[in-house]
Antibody, heavy 120, light 107 residues
Framework: VQLVQSGAEVKKPGESLRISCKGS????????IGWVRQMPGKGLEWMGI????????KYSPSLQGQVTISADKSITTAYLQWGSLRASDTAMYYC??????????????WGQGTLVTVSS | EIVLTQSPATLSLSPGERATLSCRAS??????VAWYQQRPGQAPRLLIY???NRATGIPARFSGSGSGTDFTLTISSLEPEDFAVYYC??????????FGQGTKLEI
């Protein structure tokens, strides 16, 4: 199993951006893919999740409307997209594969991370 | 919304010592907890899932326990590579997922 993310980005406030996460080594349409944000020097924050089989994203209420999560199952890739970046979007972003246990949910594989820097 | 509070924020120990990290939920939970380790400059990795199961390749010195509101990650004898930040996580009401704020384990 591998989740390979796109490279670091440096953007200006107001610009748009889409970062990607390509899954391989497993059946892409059978597992939810999520995104986790880590702001500089801070902890982990769950942003949202999508099931590539039907591309129905779910979002953290605190981030709803600020980002868009999508997936293209034909190329086993998930995306995280911003329409208008802000300086506060500066962070490391991880994609994760969600696994299901008998009574719990956890992220068993992580991408290497994509660093997004937003600065004028 | 369930809040996970980890303690202590920082734990200072020496190699060979035993580490006990706590994760307390703001209300009793029925779902299990997972633990992750993040070394400096690296992505987090899964250590423990379903409260007490070690992920693939995780050494036996790592163990997890707990139920209800209180969960614990124990490292029986610290190795130099164990000094890192540890996070607990669970799934709240669908579709929310929650992380604790982390415990930094330092030498």
């Amino acid at each position: 199993v591998q989740l390979v993310q796109s490279g670091a980005e440096v953007k200006k406030p107001g610009e748009s951006l889409r970062i990607s996460c390509k899954g391989s080594g497993y059946k892409f349409t059978s597992y939810w893919i999520g995104w986790v944000r880590q702001m500089p020097g801070k902890g982990l924050e769950w942003m949202g999740i999508i099931f590539p089989g039907d591309s129905d994203p779910k979002y953290s209420p605190s981030l709803q409307g600020q980002v868009t999560i999508s997936a293209d199952k034909s190329i086993t890739t998930a995306y995280l997209q911003w329409g208008s970046l802000r300086a506060s979007d500066t962070a490391m972003y991880y994609c994760v594969r969600r696994a299901v246990g008998w009574n719990g949910y956890y992220f068993d594989h992580w991408g290497q991370g994509t660093l997004v820097t937003v600065s004028s | 919304e369930i809040v996970l509070t980890q303690s202590p924020a920082t734990l200072s120990l020496s190699p060979g010592e035993r580490a006990t990290l706590s994760c307390r939920a703001s209300q009793s939970v029925t779902n299990s907890v997972a633990w992750y380790q993040q070394r400096p400059g690296q992505a987090p990795r899964l250590l423990i899932y379903e409260t007490s199961n070690r992920a693939t390749g995780i050494p036996a010195r790592f163990s997890g326990s707990g139920s209800g509101t209180d969960f614990t990650l124990t490292i029986s004898s610290l190795e130099p590579e164990d000094f890192a930040v540890y996070y607990c996580q669970l799934r709240d009401n669908w579709p929310m997922y929650t992380f604790g704020q982390g415990t930094k384990l330092e030498i």
